[in-house]
């Protein structure tokens, strides 16, 4: 019996196999893939184990992670549901997602186990170098100790946390779709510095380590953003000077606008 089974091997699966495998022995790790060559070449890359189908997979570990897109899940689900019925009466099983768009609810549902314990995640693309951020919510069947076994799997993809379901949507949504915003938001610093004179290469460097650093300073001064900001605008500076031109450009509107129209499209997704 393995510790996990990872069903999707894709993007964010492959990111959250390879966190999982610096977490605990990759002999532990069973993952499978609708192409199973994919899965293969991750197994070779990290020596993990590979199912030759979804059923096998569930059959053969304590937690079955889906990582699959929206619009397959129902089949997927359907597919194994008699197997997770059969397996839950024999031993403690956890089925978890990353799937957007699904409840926890409809996990139960579909396969028909009201009390199957079921952890339903948001992460993030940072996973894939151990910065992620990962919204969790459970339902009332998994144990505290299983939340945390489970954590401790993903411990190597950033940081984890859990909320109550209800909020899964507007939490994972910000800490989902941030990271393409903050790439822009970095692309639009550096392009301006290539215009200031600032070869490309060097533009981008300057601006990605100075939005990392003021990340950090966040998180490890507890400082709310504003008290920062202000601590680096001099009065009559350049920096306030260039806060007044983002200002006037609707930036912090249209940051706002970004999160909420996103979140729309995150309950509209069924």
């Not at 609708?34 to 030759?52: F, H, I, M, N």
């Not at 997979?57 to 897109?69: I, M």
């Not at 919510?137 to 411990?155: C, G, H, I, P, W």
Request: glycine content about 8%; charged content about 25%; some cysteine.
């Amino acid at each position: 019996m393995k510790k996990i089974a990872f069903i999707g091997t894709g993007n964010m699966g492959g990111a959250l196999i390879k966190a999982t495998c610096k977490a605990v022995d990759p002999k532990e790790v069973l993952i499978t893939n609708r192409t199973l060559a994919k899965a293969q070449e991750l197994s070779d890359e990290l020596g993990c184990c590979v199912a030759q189908n979804n059923l096998e997979a569930v059959k053969n570990a304590s937690y079955v992670v889906l990582c699959v897109k929206p619009q397959v899940i129902n089949g997927v689900l359907e597919e194994i549901a008699p197997v997770v019925r059969e397996e839950a009466k024999k031993r403690e099983l956890v089925l978890a997602t990353i799937v957007v768009g699904k409840k926890i609810a409809d996990y139960t549902e579909i396969t028909g186990l009201k009390e199957l314990p079921v952890i339903r995640t948001m992460p993030n693309m940072p996973a894939a170098i151990g910065q992620g951020m990962t919204i969790a919510a459970r339902n009332e069947f998994v144990k505290d100790t299983q939340m945390q076994e489970y954590f401790s799997l993903m411990k190597e993809s950033g940081l984890m946390e859990e909320v109550a379901e209800d909020k899964m949507n507007a939490a994972g949504n910000l800490s989902g779709c941030a990271p393409a915003w903050a790439f822009m938001f970095i692309e639009a610093l550096a392009d301006g510095a290539v215009q200031t004179g600032v070869p490309r290469k060097s533009a981008v460097k300057y601006a990605a380590q100075t939005v990392l650093g003021a990340a950090q300073m966040v998180l490890e001064t507890g400082k709310h953003p504003g008290e920062l900001k202000d601590a680096v605008c001099s009065p009559g500076g350049t920096t306030i000077v260039g806060v007044r031109a983002l200002e006037d450009r609707g930036f912090r509107g249209a940051t706002m606008s970004a999160v909420t129209a996103a979140y729309e499209k995150t309950i509209g997704i069924k």
